[in-house]
């Protein structure tokens, strides 16, 4: 049986990993290569790292972090932030990325998304939707999410879901959710519209935004919970709260399939 | 002393991590998409990612086709990896029926949307694991004709190269596409099953007068349009059994029977083998059960990834070096 995804991420600023409070407010959690490679040694299913960098500069150091860091793993590594044309998608693979996930960039342009699948194969395109949850209107059962962009600043008045849908039928290889309200609070996964999304496209979602302890990763992936196929977290790892062992012994312990830990790590062969 | 290893490059994705992982478990690493090269390569590795289209049709039916094929008849250790592997079978269903190198009797399929994430198996005859088999080394019997088939694919004769091609893959089976001769509507180009039920055909339209087909003969069947809707959960009815869906592509860490260990995937096709003897391992999704890995004398192909299986992969890559399995 395929198993459920734990994915730590490091956030990325001027080659140093951070973490912030919904999207700002950043804290420096250390150099990018060494923590990459912890996560992989303690046998993290995959690496994500995001470009939180703005500027040109930035840009262009990012590609040298993922250069830096894919060369040292032997697990996929999906990146993204700020990913606007063609030419990002090409620097980042040829810099040792698996997988990229395009943001903004896909809503300004949604046929962008389906001409870099076609280049470069579905598997490598990861569609990343940033959703909020609109403020509750009275008569109205089920929450309303919208899709943001631009880091959370920009309200698009997309329809969540049939966004992800739209991103599926593009080529998207696989869908990142991220809750804006829930993103750095360690409050868990918003897990109405993660399975929602779940539900609703053929491809797999993973789950991302506001986990603060194992139970949030359990609940994301749950059946009948988030029903994500994987689950994204940063700050949990970074801060030494957990291991990646830990958190799938947990996972374990609660029915949720995952790769088992890794022994402890020797030498790769 | 580090086995020097030739990394196929046609164009079928990234190779770095591939070149990477080797290098690692100590082998020598060459990469080279030249026919040359590849055809004297003592050890092969044959990536790629995505699909069968138009450029793997290229392949085949090019100079690179016939030295992979030239490495394979001779005996050198090839491995095909996702992709690579695929392409070792005769070809994939869907795609219009796109041809692989037809080394291995099977065919590709693409795994259908809304299957059960926790179904049984299904009913079609099991795929047998087998371990340890020694590689049959045959001799370069073949290698005169193999070294034809190359030097015409070379000179672009395609001609004589599918001539000399057709007789190197042991059963000629390439049916031979857009031809006059299955020109009845219906007929199935990809041709995967038994042949075509001659009596579904010929009742319902009695023959003596059939008037000569109105349009071009039916060679290529249009794939079937990829739906991309899944079957709603029933949300509102909380007693119903809570059931999960399976998505597409296939993507993360699965287990292997018969050795438990876990192995990286991303894809949506999968490979469905004529002879199960062929098959190493197993892996199921969604209750299809397909082949993780295959091995044909000579010939290893896996469907995941090792370069990104972490330990395991490394592991899996290093005992190709060294040619021990079992």
């Known amino acids: 049986m395929l198993k459920r995804r734990i994915i730590p991420c490091l956030d990325i600023k001027n080659g140093r990993v951070v973490k912030g409070v919904h999207f700002a407010g950043l804290r420096d959690a250390g150099d990018p290569v060494e923590a990459a490679r912890a996560y992989d040694l303690q046998g993290a299913d995959e690496i994500c790292l995001l470009d939180i960098t703005a500027t040109t500069e930035g840009r262009e150091t990012f590609v040298e972090v993922v250069r830096r860091v894919s060369a040292q793993l032997f697990v996929p590594v999906t990146v993204g932030g700020g990913v606007r044309r063609d030419e990002d998608v090409r620097k980042l693979l040829g810099a040792g990325a698996d997988k990229v996930a395009i943001n903004s960039a896909a809503v300004a342009n949604p046929p962008l998304v389906r001409r870099l699948a076609e280049r470069y194969g579905s598997q490598a395109i990861v569609g990343a939707v940033d959703v909020r949850r609109l403020p509750a209107r009275p008569g109205e059962r089920e929450p309303l999410y919208e899709v943001v962009i631009h880091g959370g600043t920009r309200s698009t008045g997309l329809d969540v879901v049939s966004w992800c849908r739209q991103l599926a039928d593009l080529g998207a290889g696989e869908i990142l959710l991220t809750s804006m309200d829930r993103d750095g609070t360690r409050d868990g996964y918003d897990l109405w519209i993660t399975r929602e999304v779940a539900r609703a496209v053929p491809i797999p979602v993973i789950a991302s935004g506001g986990v603060g302890s194992l139970e949030h990763l359990r609940e994301g992936l749950a059946t009948g919970w988030g029903e994500a196929d994987a689950a994204l977290a940063a700050s949990i790892f970074h801060f030494g709260l957990y291991s990646i062992a830990q958190a799938k012994r947990y996972l374990l312990d609660h029915d949720i399939p995952v790769r088992p830990p890794e022994p402890a790590h020797p030498a790769l062969v | 002393m580090a086995r020097e290893v030739t990394i196929v490059d046609a164009g079928l994705g990234n190779l770095a991590s591939v070149e990477r992982a080797l290098i690692q478990v100590g082998a020598a690493v060459r990469v080279s998409g030249d026919p040359d090269k590849v055809a004297t390569a003592r050890m092969v590795v044959f990536p790629g990612q995505g699909a069968f289209g138009p450029a793997t049709s290229a392949i085949v039916d090019g100079a690179l086709g016939a030295a992979l094929r030239m490495v394979i008849d001779r005996g050198d250790p090839f491995l095909g990896i996702c992709l690579g592997m695929q392409m070792l079978f005769d070809r994939s269903e869907e795609n219009a029926g796109h041809p692989g190198l037809g080394i291995l009797p099977g065919y590709c399929r693409r795994f259908p ?42 000179e672009g004769d395609q001609e004589a190269a599918a001539a000399a091609t057709t007789h190197l893959t042991s059963d000629g089976d390439e049916p031979p596409r857009s031809d006059d001769g299955n020109g009845e509507p219906g007929s199935d180009a990809a041709g995967t099953d038994a042949p075509p039920p001659a009596e579904g055909e010929a009742a319902p339209a009695p023959a003596p007068v059939a008037p000569p087909p109105p349009v071009a003969p039916v060679a290529v069947v249009a794939p079937p349009p990829v739906v991309h809707t899944i079957p709603a959960v029933a949300r509102d009815n909380p007693d119903a059994p809570l059931r999960r869906l399976v998505k597409v592509p296939h993507v993360g860490w699965n287990a292997v029977e018969p050795t438990g260990e876990h192995y990286y995937f991303v894809h949506s096709y999968y490979v469905e083998p004529e002879r199960p003897e062929d098959v190493m391992w197993v892996t199921s999704y969604g209750g299809i059960r397909f082949p993780a890995a295959v091995r044909y004398q000579n010939l290893l192909g896996c469907q995941f990834h090792p370069e990104k299986s972490q330990r395991a992969g490394l592991k899996f890559l290093r005992a190709f070096l060294l040619g021990g399995w079992g």
């Open chain 2, 113 to 154: 949307l809304g299957l059960d994430e926790d179904a049984e198996p299904n009913a079609r005859p099991p795929l047998v694991p087998i371990m340890a088999v020694e590689p049959k080394i045959e001799g370069g019997s073949k290698r005169e004709s193999m070294a034809a088939s190359i030097a015409a694919a070379l």
